[in-house]
């Protein structure tokens, strides 16, 4: 199937920095990727949808600030979490579909951010 | 409101049986669903689809049933093996991109 890599998989940072999560499709292109969160025995909660080429679109109760969503190619999206609380703390998801209209959504492996 | 329900958070079969997990939904627009399966730590790692159109979907060990005028779908897994161990969640989609994702059951197979 198709390869969705995410990168960290896990990164520690102190409280007030800023932490990027890159998203990377490696053998398709996306013209559409989307971010989840989750917490702790709690399912995936969308938290953007990521365009290519333009502004990406957040979930009700999602700071757009907080969260910087930027998708500069159809193979590329990074999620910035700026001036990270400990409560930011969480395991981050990507997924991307096929810009040939495969319905299938693949994912990367995720990232475990922790904020100290 | 939770438009896509789980409600059995885990399930615990014996190896070479069958697990059976169930999925419900309120929004008459989904037309495409989904199971994925997950490790901890890991994204999930899709399974199984079916379109609103289809009634059963099999692939290999893996069968998905849908009941539309239920709003109910469910996943069969036959036989069982203790490699399933893991959480399954049950997505649904309709008009637009977005999954919908329920809660997850964990599913336990044991030896």
């Known amino acids: 199937g198709a390869v969705v890599s995410q990168h960290p998989s896990w990164v520690i940072c102190k409280s007030g920095t800023s932490v990027k999560i890159e998203c990377r499709s490696l053998d398709f292109q996306a013209t559409t990727m989307f971010w989840y969160r989750q917490f702790p025995k709690q399912s995936l909660m969308l938290m953007a949808t990521?365009?290519?080429?333009?502004?990406?679109?957040?979930e009700q109760g999602v700071e757009k600030d907080k969260f910087l969503i930027n998708h500069a190619s159809l193979t590329l999206s990074t999620l910035t979490v700026t001036s990270a609380h400990p409560e930011d703390s969480s395991f981050y998801i990507c997924?991307?579909?096929?810009?040939?209209?495969?319905?299938?959504?693949?994912f990367g492996q995720g990232t475990r951010l922790t904020v100290v | 409101d939770q438009q896509v329900k789980q409600n059995s958070p885990s399930l615990s079969v014996q190896e070479g049986r069958i697990s059976i997990l169930n999925c419900d939904y309120t929004n008459s627009m989904f037309d495409y669903f989904l199971w994925y399966k997950k490790y901890p730590a890991e994204g999930p790692t899709f399974l199984i689809s079916i379109s609103s159109i289809k009634d059963k979907n099999e692939d290999g060990r893996f069968t998905v049933f849908l009941n539309k005028s239920a709003k109910h779908l469910s996943l069969h897994i036959v036989p069982s093996q203790p490699g399933d161990s893991a959480v399954y969640f049950c997505?649904?989609?309709?008009?637009?991109?977005?999954?919908?994702f329920g809660k997850g059951t964990k599913l336990t197979v044991n030896p």
């Open positions: 997924s991307a579909r096929d810009a040939r209209g495969f319905t299938e959504a693949f």
């Open positions: 990521s365009n290519e080429g333009s502004k990406a679109t957040y």
């Open positions: 997505a649904a989609e309709g008009g637009s991109e977005k999954l919908v």
